[in-house]
């Protein structure tokens, strides 16, 4: 019997994460965890972020790659290799000076609802054509995943609704901090190095698109001007277009190869395919 993993071809999850535009969606996230006091607290006193550039958003997007395309067993491994760091980790809150747990369920879920609203927002409005219907579905499905970080699957939003009122609830709690200053600029230039500046040069408006297509509530509380609307999105449609050219060969094959691995597994059928959402 094919092991399909948590999802397999017939779930929007599959047909939406091979898409270019989750390259973005993966940095605004970042935008939008920050503006969590605790979380970015955490972050920032525990990751080797700004030694390593390009370390977070790699060891990101190949747990993505991982949990949507692996199979069980390697879902499980990712999953298992995050709940072990988050149980060794502590934090101090700058403002309270309460410890801090990486694995606090409050902490588990905020990060969980900012990555899977960011993929979809994001995604959705580079031109992925997810109906209502696919987005509820998009939603109720990361909740497995929800589940193998050591969430309650019934506490996570599973609807575009749900996801909503999360957002609601939790944004008193958000504001621009020290450290989600240091976030912002990290993103807008990650490389330290004087000899990296052409790449960082680069690498900014790429960086300040991922900050301005965030909701226009996020975007007042970290307080800093976005690009204007039309202009997010045209980039974020040239962006997705860009990518969509790559050979599929070559575009599958990062981060990780678990695309490529997955249809070696299963077959050409289980090819990320926008023709196949239309099935869904």
Not at 19 to 31: H, R
Not at 44 to 71: H, K
Not at 149 to 157: E, I, K, M, Q, S
Not at 162 to 188: C, G, I, K
Request: aromatic share 10%.
């Amino acid at each position: 019997m094919r092991d399909e993993g948590l999802f397999g071809p017939q779930t929007v999850t599959w047909q939406l994460h091979a898409d270019p535009a989750m390259w973005v969606a993966g940095i605004c996230s970042l935008y939008l965890q920050a503006l969590h006091p605790r979380a970015v607290a955490a972050v920032v006193q525990n990751s080797r972020f700004r030694e390593d550039p390009l370390g977070r958003l790699m060891r990101t997007g190949n747990f993505v790659a991982a949990t949507t395309y692996g199979t069980t067993t390697e879902a499980e491994s990712a999953a298992e290799r995050v709940r072990r760091v988050h149980r060794t980790l502590r934090a101090t809150d700058p403002r309270t000076g309460a410890e801090i747990r990486l694995d606090d369920p409050d902490l588990l879920r905020w990060v969980h609802c900012a990555e899977v609203a960011s993929f979809a927002s994001v995604v959705r409005r580079a031109g992925f054509p997810l109906t209502e219907a696919q987005l509820d579905r998009y939603f109720e499905e990361q909740r497995r995943v929800a589940a193998l970080v050591g969430l309650d699957p019934a506490g996570v939003p599973g609807s575009s609704r749900e996801m909503a009122e999360y957002f609601e609830q939790v944004r008193p709690e958000l504001r621009r901090t020290d450290d989600s200053d240091l976030v912002y600029r990290f993103l807008h230039q990650p490389f330290a190095s004087w000899w990296l500046l052409p790449v960082n040069l680069g690498y900014l408006p790429l960086g300040h698109l991922a900050y301005s297509v965030l909701p226009g509530w996020a975007r007042k509380l970290h307080g800093r001007p976005a690009y204007p609307a039309p202009l997010v999105t045209a980039g974020l449609c040239g962006f997705r277009t860009a990518g969509l050219v790559v050979p599929d060969q070559l575009r599958f094959r990062y981060p990780g190869d678990h695309v490529q691995r997955a249809v070696d597994r299963l077959g050409k059928t289980a090819l990320p395919s926008i023709k196949a959402l239309g099935h869904l």
